[in-house]
């Protein structure tokens, strides 16, 4: 058990570092964004689908992308993978095939978005026009691409994360969202330490999927990122929670609280300091039981790579939007 627990943490710090590193310098960024934002809109002018439909799931392939090794990486600025047998064809003899004719024949998707004879499953235009056709032939309002991606994924959790990062994307108008919140203000009394993997007893043997903040009751807590708000209610572990969807495919789970603020709701949008609740001693119990350890906030963080979803250690994200949020007091 403690070599299993040791390699799962290993692993979380080795994804965390990975995440780190394969960050593009601010101008690579900034260009990237521009040239995505350029062909979504491009492609809304083409297929009439909104631009944010296709920026969520560019969005969700970018993170499914790089949770696999066994997926090439991308070569331009879409991130977008078909399977070689569903761009050109499952009868295809030719999964390289970049042929639309011979491609359109075999029951191949691929398509020639950019004009130059050739649907090439590692060009932007081809991809999201590829992308537009398919979800054409359900239908360009909001119910019908919900089907049609359905239909692509059969997945309802995928279909549920690329309508969230689509909604937070047509919400802001960009997809150039960055920035992060320590979860309670810096100016209160708080402390923590790296117990992800400890041993917890209270319903049965399990591992503590998370890093408790200790504070003192009511303090408040705070979204860490943009996101939507997937759950929000009772836990008997976790007592007064609420499950936040960022645009990483990660899902933030925020528990124990004292209570939640005002008007919050389940879909609502939340972005780097929004206020959500308060810090509190509930759960271990029916809805309503508070007060059977000190005061703390829960923090969990789970990481969806597509087919199913897993615990890492939260810790060393804490620190790091913990040392951001100081810098920016310094400089205020």
Not at 171 to 176: A, L, M, V
Not at 230 to 240: D, V
């Amino acid at each position: 058990m403690r070599k299993h627990i040791f390699f799962i943490w290993l692993f979380s710090l080795v994804f965390i570092s990975w995440q780190h590193t394969e960050a593009a310098s601010p101008t690579q960024e900034e260009e990237l964004v521009k040239r995505r934002m350029e062909l979504y809109h491009q492609m809304e002018a083409v297929s009439t689908i909104p631009w944010y439909y296709f920026a969520g799931i560019d969005q969700y392939e970018r993170n499914i992308r790089r949770s696999h090794k066994d997926i090439p990486r991308e070569k331009g600025a879409i991130s977008i993978y078909f399977p070689p047998e569903k761009w050109a064809g499952s009868l295809n003899p030719d999964l390289h095939d970049t042929n639309p004719s011979t491609i359109a024949l075999l029951g191949g998707i691929g398509q020639d978005g950019n004009g130059d004879g050739k649907a090439d499953q590692f060009n932007d235009e081809d991809l999201l026009f590829t992308v537009a056709n398919y979800l054409q032939t359900f239908g360009v309002t909001k119910d019908y691409i919900k089907l049609g991606l359905w239909n692509y994924y059969h997945r309802a959790k995928a279909v549920e994360i690329i309508l969230g990062n689509a909604k937070i994307f047509q919400t802001y108008g960009t997809i150039n969202l960055k920035g992060t919140s320590f979860p309670v203000p810096l100016r209160s009394n708080y402390s923590y330490r790296s117990t992800w993997g400890d041993a917890r007893g209270w319903g049965g043997r399990r591992i503590h999927e998370g890093t408790d903040i200790f504070a003192d009751y009511g303090v408040p807590v705070q979204s860490p990122c943009y996101g939507i708000v997937e759950i929000k209610g009772w836990n008997k572990y976790g007592g007064w929670r609420i499950g936040i969807r960022d645009l990483n495919n990660n899902y933030h789970y925020l528990a124990h609280l004292s209570g939640f603020s005002k008007g919050l709701k389940v879909g609502q949008i939340v972005e780097p300091g929004t206020l959500i609740g308060g810090v509190g001693s509930s759960g271990y119990g029916p809805p309503g039981t508070s007060g059977k350890f000190p005061p703390h906030l829960h923090y969990g963080m789970y990481k969806d790579n597509g087919k199913n979803e897993w615990s890492f250690d939260p810790y060393p994200l804490l620190k790091s939007w913990e040392r951001a949020d100081r810098a920016k007091l310094k400089r205020t």
